[in-house]
């Protein structure tokens, strides 16, 4: 059975962790959506959530700080002080980034990554307390919406998760996507 922990549970980003170190995958609130998070390094884990959506592909990650992004970034100097300007909030930004920061079964082509800052007191807490980047993709199955209540998500994917942790009906807006090609940017998602 999956357990469920309010966000603001003084124990929620331990056991978060506990989850992610086991190589499980648990739903998370951000700023926008709910999402499915595992480790990102964790190929089983990232299978197991790919299955779960019935794809695969590119899969992005919350980040810590800008500053830990910056340490990712496979770019010259102009080119991530450009990714560190866009990030934050409802945004994620797709860039070039340095090897075996994340499972190449989530990186991109040509070893890109989206990240995302998210304004969720939990997100901000769950990036800084784990040691490798968490993945970030909306609760769904492939085609379909995203669930935004919890008592749904449970209902729906209760035997593939370990964990809710809960803020109530999340009912926002995808974040808006970037891609920086080249030196330029490209509005992938508005």
């Known amino acids: 059975m999956v357990e469920r922990i309010n966000w603001d549970n003084t124990g929620a ?17 951000t700023d926008t959506l709910y999402g499915f998070g595992c480790d990102a390094k964790n190929e089983q884990a990232i ?14 990650v919350i980040a810590p700080s800008k500053d ?5 970034l496979k770019l010259p100097g102009s080119g991530k002080m450009d ?7 409802a945004t994620t930004v797709i860039a070039p980034v340095k ?4 499972s190449k079964n989530i990186s991109g082509n040509n070893q890109t990554l989206g990240i995302r800052i998210p304004d969720h ?9 784990y040691s490798n980047p968490v993945t970030t993709t909306s609760v769904n199955r492939n085609k379909q919406g995203p669930l935004t209540n919890p008592d749904e998500i449970i209902k729906e994917f209760s035997h593939e998760i370990q964990l809710v942790i809960e ?11 970037y891609l920086f090609e080249k030196n330029k940017w490209k509005v992938l998602r508005p």
């Open 68 to 72: 830990a992004v910056e340490t990712w």
């Open 13 to 29: 980003v331990i056991k978060a962790c506990e989850v992610l170190k086991k190589g499980g995958v648990l739903v998370y609130p």
């Open 83 to 89: 990714v560190l300007k866009k990030l934050g909030g």
């Open 99 to 102: 090897d075996n920061i994340v």
């Open 121 to 129: 007191p939990f997100c901000q807490k769950l990036s800084q307390n």
């Open 47 to 60: 299978h197991t959530i790919n299955t779960i959506k019935n794809r695969s592909g590119p899969m992005s």
């Open 167 to 177: 803020d109530g009906i999340i009912a926002g807006a995808a974040s808006t996507v």
